[in-house]
């Protein structure tokens, strides 16, 4: 009876467990955010994560969006010989970019290399009692740590978005015109006539989504990390795991919302 | 008068803590003593609330630790972690001066400056250091920012975990006189945590001893020779024979 019953016992402990993580980083972010909107505010910590994530960020997303833009273009040429729809290429650039690739890619990004270097931050400022030492001296981690970061990348991943779309169209229109043979002017045209607000409505608001959820993802880890380097490693590892998966399914669930509209 | 009465503390399996009292007067200085691992630094945490015991008591004047306005009763205290806990983003003034930039009635950061500074002198550490960052610096001078950081401002009550430990002997000279100073001049409660006997005679108005989760011996410094107690006399004496085993 008992081997019957196992794998739904360890099913149950896996869907509460899962059901209590998401409980859990649900009242952190609530915690977070509401720390967001009370004073003090910490000016200087604020400044230092938008440079961080933001400033720091650009040329990651500036890469990325290049080489995907023009491989875009080529696919999308290739692809769209097949039934001579060859001159698609501007307008499919601009809607792929603006509202998926832009968000996604850069939202990946900022996984890597924020959502890790908050999470590795913070837990090893826990496990060397950097936190304990900041509780004594009567401020509020979650206010000095958490709060400057997730509304840096509130505010700026967006932003770092926006760059990404404009650099990825660029790159589509840099391999068209250089080598596919389309007009640069024409395609310009095309791209600008193509795009809708709702495009880049959508497109913002999904880095704004993306950025909270990579640095809340850093700074929960962080601050729940076990003891030590393994403790510190771990944080790491789980911060970027949960940021890049909660990124991909916040776009579906967000393309969905904005396909219904 | 800090009072604490069956307090206990276990993680998973590992009963640290297995019913503390004790009684720390207010201005004196209470020096524990007990083996590695026995639960020193866990029993500082717990008064101060970064650890949650699970089961007893601890007031502070006769006030309930866990009912306090949080804020309010950490701006009492001072604490020296055994690390040292420095924050390695700021530099070492930053560090001395941080409560003083913080709050509402924070001071300009030119006079939290200066402080830092007086401080710093006063553990025996020149002006220079302020502007390095704690990576920067030695163990030994790491711990004394952290101890120029708890007594920055001016706090009632201030724990100290080994304050002495990675000194050489005459900068702990240096260091127990500041505690016994700080003690008798301002009328500061004091709890340190310290292996070193030195220390123990220099500091303690009273001593007790943790052993097994418990408070084995208290008493005042004076008696520590006389106390009866195995398990202080195995300590005082550094034996590998008597009642503590050496394989903890
Ligand atoms: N956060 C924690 N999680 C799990 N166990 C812990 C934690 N903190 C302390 N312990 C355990 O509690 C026990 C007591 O630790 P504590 O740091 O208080 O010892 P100590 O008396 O200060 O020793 P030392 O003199 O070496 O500093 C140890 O066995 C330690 O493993
Ligand atoms: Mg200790």
Partial sequence: ?261 | MIRLRSVCKSFDDNHVLRGVDLDIPQGTSMVIIGGSGTGKSVLLKCILGLVTPDAGQITLDDEDVTRTERDAFLARFGMLFQGAALFDSLPVWQNVAFRLLQGRDRMPAEAARDRAIEKLRRVGLKSEVADLFPAELSGGMQKRVGLARAIAAEPEIIFFDEPTTGLDPIMAGVINDLIREIVTEMGVTAMTITHDMTSVRAIADNVAMLHDGVIKWTGPASELDRSGDAHVRQFITGSAEGPIEAVR
């Fill in chain 1, 1 to 261: 009876m008992s081997s019957l019953t196992a794998p739904l016992g360890a099913l149950g402990r896996a869907s509460l467990g899962g059901l209590g993580f998401v409980g859990r980083v649900t009242l952190f972010a609530l915690a977070a955010l509401s720390h967001v909107l009370r004073p003090p505010f910490y000016a200087r910590e604020f400044g230092q994560a938008l440079v961080n994530i933001g400033w720091l960020s650009l040329p990651v997303v500036g890469l990325t969006a290049i080489f995907t833009g023009g491989a875009l273009a080529l696919q999308i040429y290739a692809g769209g010989a097949r039934f001579n729809a060859e001159a698609v290429v501007p307008q499919i650039v601009a809607v792929g970019m603006v509202r998926e690739l832009g968000p996604v890619l850069v939202g990946l990004m900022i996984a890597a290399r924020v959502t890790s270097s908050i999470a590795a931050e913070i837990a090893t400022m826990k496990v060397t009692e950097q936190i304990d030492a900041l509780v004594t001296l009567s401020t509020d981690p979650l206010k000095y740590l958490v709060a400057p970061r997730v509304l840096a990348a509130l505010l700026v991943v967006p932003v770092l978005v926006a760059v990404g779309d404009l650099i990825g169209i660029f790159g589509g229109y840099a391999l068209a015109t250089g080598s596919l043979g389309f007009n640069a002017a024409a395609y310009l045209n095309n791209t600008i006539n193509f795009l809708e607000a709702t495009d880049i409505i959508s497109s913002l608001v999904k880095g704004c989504a993306f950025g909270g959820l990579a640095a809340l993802m850093g700074c929960y880890f962080g601050m729940h990390s076990g003891r030590g380097a393994q403790g510190v490693g771990r944080a790491t590892k789980y911060a970027v795991e949960a940021a890049a998966v909660l990124i991909l399914a916040a776009n579906f669930l967000l393309t969905g919302v904005f396909f219904s509209l």
